[in-house]
């Protein structure tokens, strides 16, 4: 089946790490990716990880992969209130760069001072 | 930086009304999609061109929806006869082809009354 879940609420202190988790249903998934939306915007590609990676750094950005427990993390290292955004986990399957993408329910970040 | 670019940012349509959604994607992009997110739920595939022709498509894109690429430029997604239940945002993403990175334009948000 399609699924991908994610928690839909997370709300951290400035200046603090955020780890947003996702899980996903289907082990044939070739792409993960995570989404960032700031409200009334459209999807940002933050970043994206290939199956056969565990790990992928991009500045304040690590994706971790569990590919045994299909599941996805983001870590957002000194979470800064531009942070303030939902965090969308998506995949997609297949080789082709005609391949859809699955999306989770997006995780709400919010930031406290 | 190119990005895609999407008209209007807000189309409202009484209910059996036809409605073209339009979309600039990135200029030496060669693959075209269409998702749409109705408010509160999940981002949807609806549909995936390529090569002048649909690649993949939703079971969401029923006979009252249609794709086109008029011109060189243009993506269009044409609702035949509106009603109450495709009120949503509707993102338009390209890609290039050598990779998957799916890039999102800023969404039309069509509301049908």
């Known amino acids: 089946g399609e699924d991908v879940e994610q928690s839909l609420f997370l709300s951290v202190r400035e200046g603090d790490s955020s780890v947003i988790n996702c899980t996903y249903t289907d082990s044939s998934s070739t792409y993960l990716y995570w989404y960032k939306q700031e409200p009334g915007a459209g999807l940002q590609l933050l970043t994206y990880?290939?199956?056969?990676?565990d790990m992928k750094q991009d500045q304040r950005l690590t994706v971790l992969l569990n590919k045994k427990d299909k599941h996805l993390s983001l870590r957002i290292a000194d979470t800064q209130t531009g942070d303030s955004a939902i965090y969308f986990c998506a995949e997609s399957r297949g080789y082709s760069s005609a391949s859809k993408i699955i999306f989770g329910s997006g995780t709400r970040l919010s930031i406290r001072p | 930086e190119p990005e895609v670019t999407q008209t209007p940012s807000h189309q409202v349509t009484q209910m059996g009304q036809e409605v073209i959604l339009r979309c600039v994607p990135i200029s030496n992009h060669l693959y075209f999609y269409w998702y749409r997110q109705i408010l509160g739920q999940k981002v949807e595939f609806l549909v995936s061109?390529?090569?002048?022709?649909?690649?993949?498509k939703s079971e969401i894109f029923d006979d009252q929806f249609s794709v086109e690429r008029p011109d060189g430029s243009n993506f269009t997604l044409k609702i035949r006869s509106t009603k109450l239940e495709d009120s949503a945002m509707y993102f338009c993403?390209?890609?290039?082809?050598?990779?998957?990175?799916?890039?999102f334009g800023p969404g039309t948000r069509l509301t049908v009354t």
């Open positions: 990880i290939f199956s056969n990676m």
């Open positions: 061109f390529y090569n002048n022709e649909i690649s993949e």
């Open positions: 993403a390209s890609t290039r082809g050598s990779s998957y990175e799916q890039y």
